[in-house]
């Protein structure tokens, strides 16, 4: 239709320039069996996520996306002329310049009532989809004061930020002002980095900018969007600012914050102490934040849309969020993309934390950059990868792409000065300067943001002694950029361009870890960069073997490939699977070869890509030494409103780090490989594992739930294959799951935790065949042990647990009743005296293990315990000495089990829930004998309640032993056919109803035989008893009050 800016010479059909998103959708998510982006239909993305608030208006703004571009009052008759009736919704007007000068594809509807419209709008034959209108408190400016530097007396004077109220809105991240603030890190700054930080001196001479600028090259005729806080008219340090334009809510053009004046002046400022790279750029000042640094998504789509419409070539995005699946936002930098605008973006301030990642940085079109301090050292603020967006099943892509300066650097100031700021916020705009120079000096026939992206990864400089999640492909360099784009010759690539898992420390975690045979397949996600059109396909991705790749003319390692149907736009993904073969058991050494791929553009033109490849091979170590780490089971956001593990943290409401072990528990990966054992991890639930391969299987904070067939495998597997279990959760209780809703103001609607840290009811169903459970109290203590002190934070407390296992417990406060005593929060179990046996252990805090959440040292002294005994059968008697064994089998007198919050929508997120899922390997493990034919007999009158023994032994002057004298002399009164039902009240402080306790003992073991006969997993029977156990063992509750046991 000739309404959106296309790339010269360049062929896109409208299939391409608005997105095929689920055709798209397939080939990026699906082939690697992971759960598509966007599988809900429309009317499922706009209901709400708990019922509206009665006391709320139920009026709510919804974005109508269209097929096509069309002026407003065309998109608003198309929808009357279907939907008729105007009672029930409007237009919702946008005085912003795209929607009043320019075709749209969307419109910003009012709805009071979306029951009867709704579905007539999800007919429409002209709508491709529906969102709901969000705040977008969560983009935001990654940036901070250096308090080294002098303040700008402007920026003093300057109203002071409104800072959000963080109940408002599942999007808001209060990550702003997150300071590098190491005092490690700056001890060791070199005398160097202080006078370059604290100088008058530009960032760009230290960047060779100078020499471009010799030549001739100042970013004259590039069009740059800053998308930020606005800029004040008629600034000194600006000589060509083109246009400001007001994206708010607000009647204002200028800069009220100093964010936007910052990032303009680091890519095109003039102040000869503070100047950027492209003083002759045309500027263009996009205000999308106002003075609260609040937004909103229609804001942004309006603002991309125009700057397609107005043909900006480069555009800076300082912000980001932990959202992927924000389709709208997403969809639309995928469509500024294809139009040919090279997108720059801060990969976020969230680090050192791992799997911190923030979109739109994080996406395969965008360029992501992150921060590096003048000494060349990765700052510590600047987010880590890997991408999280592939999991669980996949592997997660390299990014950042590349890092740039970004700690101490000096820019504009509102008045006019300078001032020094640190952050990815300020590491983006020196590489979106320095890409405005490079595209003046490209060829605009072959400019696009593949190339650009390609030419600044590929002249990179590795960063010294930091890995490749990281650095991405290391320090951008911009004068050997420039060689690249001066010379440049069209051709696909990728990144990273080698796969040299042998180079540490660069390829970690590859190289820390060799390839055997029977091992998981190693993973790796390569992003594929198609600079020769805006779509394209990969052919035939082949391994080719070097000579030191066979054994005769067997290969020792072969490789499947899963990737991008579709290049677009300008780049896909291709994940390749390693494994070593049955020639290659016992090789130890190094293989060597290459990876083959064609890319064919949308003209038919083809670009062969070679990527070298080597890899380590050891032989299987032995059983003991190999660990299974569980990613399958493993949920979070943004799929939906997971809560944060340790509830202290009161900045971070969400839980969207990945959980895996090279993400936010990369520290427990390195200990492990530290101490001799090899780490794997599975994708896909248990019914495709042989066992027999692992020494133990690691469950670690599951919000997941379990196939009944997985219960079954993993009850086979530790009592007849000798698999060990370690089990390390976290708090559910359904009283502070509450406490954590909020009203969305985005959709009107009450928000509810899915689980808790961790779904403990469905971990409760996998022990329970141990004879154990994990309770809903949240504890908050100490642990001192071999002089280490480790905090215990919003961990759980152990239930029951059987006769013969160990139970070490602490002095800690409950924090749903608010009590201190002793609970017991991790045991160790044999499940047998046979060789098949295996083990069980259970922690109830995976806070300490936790680098993103932990505060404290990590508790490896208790990860070895916990490891040796379960692989090796050894018992570490500092930590569990003798006297901890348990007499009789355990059952806490305090709290409850765990339940299922009610009113959420769990199977909307989970991989097992809902109708149609099923195992992968059903077949598989349809033969597996019922879990319940495989534990021993167990005499249920051992499960009385006692007291656990605090740290090592019985705490004598302990005032909770009072209670159990009491009930000594109690028992001695009781009747002997009603003394257990009577009596367990009692001691679980339960109160009494004198009609049951008239039931002879006959009668409650028939009344409890019929319920047991009669339970189903997780569902209430006619009286409203909810079942906890899957085989009827352990007991049933009814609105938080024992009524029966197995031995009542």
Request: proline share 5%.
């Amino acid at each position: 239709e000739g309404l959106l800016r296309l790339q010269k010479d360049v062929f896109i059909n409208s299939f391409f320039m608005f997105g095929d998103f689920e055709g798209y959708q397939k080939h990026r998510f699906g082939k690697r069996g992971v759960r598509e982006m966007y599988k809900e239909n429309p009317l499922e993305i706009l209901s709400s996520k708990v019922d509206p608030d009665p006391n709320v208006a139920n009026e709510t703004e919804i974005l109508v996306f269209f097929n096509s571009y069309q002026n407003i009052s065309q998109h608003v008759n198309s929808i009357y002329q279907v939907v008729g009736d105007c009672e029930n919704w409007w237009n919702v007007a946008r005085e912003n310049p795209a929607a009043s000068r320019f075709p749209t594809d969307f419109l910003v509807l009012g709805v009071s009532s979306s029951d009867d419209l709704l579905p007539k709008l999800s007919e429409h034959p002209s709508i491709r989809s529906f969102s709901k209108q969000r705040q977008i408190d969560s983009r935001n400016l990654f940036s901070m004061e250096d308090e080294t530097d002098q303040v700008d007396p402007e920026l003093e004077t300057d109203s002071p930020i409104e800072a959000g109220d963080d109940s408002e809105s599942l999007k808001k991240f209060n990550i702003m002002g997150v300071d590098e603030d190491s005092a490690a890190e700056e001890e060791h700054l070199s005398h160097t980095r202080h006078i370059l930080a604290n100088s008058l001196t530009s960032i760009t001479k230290f960047t060779g900018a100078d020499v471009l600028w010799k030549k001739g090259h100042t970013g004259q005729g590039i069009k740059v969007a800053v998308f930020d806080t606005g800029m004040r008219k008629g600034h000194q340090s600006f000589r060509n600012v083109k246009e400001r334009t007001d994206w708010t809510d607000e009647n204002t053009l200028d800069d009220q914050i100093g964010h936007g004046t910052f990032v303009a002046g680091l890519i095109a400022g003039t102040h000869s102490q503070c100047s950027g790279f492209a003083p002759d750029a045309e500027v263009y000042a996009f205000r999308v934040f106002n003075r609260k640094q609040a937004s909103f998504t229609s804001w942004f789509l309006d603002a991309f849309n125009y700057a397609m419409q107005i043909g900006i070539d480069v555009l800076n995005l300082s912000i980001g969020g932990p959202d992927f699946l924000d389709k709208p936002f997403v969809e639309k930098v995928w469509e500024m993309s294809a139009n040919g605008i090279i997108v720059v973006s801060a990969i976020g301030n969230d680090g050192p934390r791992y799997g911190t990642l923030n979109n739109p940085a994080d996406q395969l079109d965008v360029i992501g950059v992150g921060g590096i301090t003048y000494e060349d050292t990765v700052a510590s603020f600047s987010s880590r990868g890997m991408t999280t967006w592939e999991l669980p099943s996949g592997y997660g892509r390299v990014k950042p792409d590349i890092v740039a300066f970004g700690k101490g650097i000096r820019g504009s100031t509102i008045g006019g000065g300078c001032r020094s700021l640190s952050g990815t916020s300020v590491a983006s705009p020196v590489v979106a300067g320095m890409v405005t120079l490079l595209a003046e000096i490209a060829d605009k026939r072959l400019l696009n943001p593949a190339m650009m992206k390609q030419v600044l990864a590929h002249s990179a400089t590795p960063v010294a002694n930091s890995h490749i999640f990281e650095q991405g492909m290391g320090k951008v360099d911009l004068l050997e950029a420039a060689k690249l784009v001066e010379n440049y010759i069209p051709h696909a690539s990728t990144i990273p361009e080698s796969l040299d898992l042998t180079r540490c420390p660069y390829m970690w975690p590859y190289c820390t870890q060799p390839a055997y045979y029977s091992s998981m397949p190693v993973q790796v996600n390569l992003t594929v960069l198609n600079p020769l059109s805006v779509s394209g396909t990969i052919e035939d991705p082949k391994l080719v073997l070097h000579a030191d790749g066979y054994a005769g003319e067997k290969p020792l390692i072969e490789a499947k490939f899963t990737y991008s149907e579709n290049l677009w736009p300008w780049s896909g993904f291709l994940a390749l699977s390693i494994s070593v073969t049955k020639a290659g058991i016992s090789m130890t050494g190094v293989v060597s070869g290459r990876v083959v791929f064609t890319v064919v553009s949308d003209r038919g033109e083809k670009s062969i890509v070679t990527v070298p490849l080597r890899i380590n091979l050891i032989p299987p170590p032995p059983r003991e030494k190999r660990l299974l780490w569980d990613q399958f089971h493993s949920l979070r956001y943004p799929s939906g409103y997971f809560p944060r593990d340790n509830l202290a943290i009161k900045n971070d409401i969400l839980d969207w780090n990945g959980d895996h072990i090279h993400t936010n528990f990369k520290g427990v990966y390195d200990h492990l490989r530290a101490r001799g054992y090899f780490v794997e991890t599975i994708g896909t639930d248990w019914s495709c594992v042989d066992s027999m391969k692992y020494g133990a299987l690691i469950l670690v904070d599951p919000e997941e739930a379990y196939f009944d067939t997985e219960i079954d495998k993993i009850v086979n597997d530790v009592y007849v294959r000798g698999l060990s279990l370690l089990v390390i959760a976290e708090w559910q209780n359904v009283g502070t799951m509450k406490k954590l809703k909020f009203l969305d103001q985005n959709t009107q609607s009450w928000w509810l935790p899915q689980t808790g840290g961790s779904n403990l009811p469905q971990l409760n169903r996998v022990l329970e065949p141990f004879q154990m459970a994990l309770s809903d109290r949240i504890l908050d203590g100490t642990i001192r042990i071999k002089d280490q002190v480790i905090n215990y934070e919003s961990g759980t407390s152990v239930y029951k647990f059987p006769k013969g296992g160990r139970l070490y417990s602490i002095l800690a406060k409950d924090a749903v009743s608010g009590s201190k005593r002793y609970f017991p929060v991790m045991g160790i179990h044999r499940t047998g005296t046979d060789v098949g046996n295996g083990r069980v252990a259970i922690y109830g805090d995976s806070n300490c293990l936790d680098g993103n959440h932990r505060r404290g040292p990590q508790c490896n002294v208790i990860l070895d315990a916990l490891l040796e005994f379960l692989c090796n059968n050894r018992t570490d008697e500092t930590i569990f000495p003798p006297s901890l064994e348990l007499k009789s089998s355990y059952l806490s007198d305090f709290g409850d089990l765990p339940v299922e919050m009610q009113g959420v929508h769990f199977s909307r997120y989970s991989n097992v829930v809902g109708d149609g899922k099923a195992p992968q390997c059903l077949n598989e493990v349809s033969d597996l004998p019922n879990a319940t034919s495989l534990i021993p007999p167990v005499n249920n009158s051992d499960f009385l309640p006692h007291l656990p023994a605090p740290q090592g032994g019985f705490h004598p002057n302990s005032q909770q032993g009072l209670p159990y004298l009491a009930l000594g002399f109690i028992l001695t009164a009781c009747g002997v056919g009603m003394y257990l039902r009577f009596c367990g009240a009692i001691a679980l402080n339960k109160s009494i109803s004198w009609d049951r306790i008239k039931l002879t003992s006959a009668e409650s073991r028939t009344q409890l035989q019929e319920a047991q006969s009669k339970s189903q997993v997780g569902s209430p029977d006619a009286n409203g008893t909810h079942k906890w156990s899957r085989h009827g063992k352990l007991h049933k509750r009814t609105n938080g009050q024992n009524i029966a046991h197995d031995n009542a």
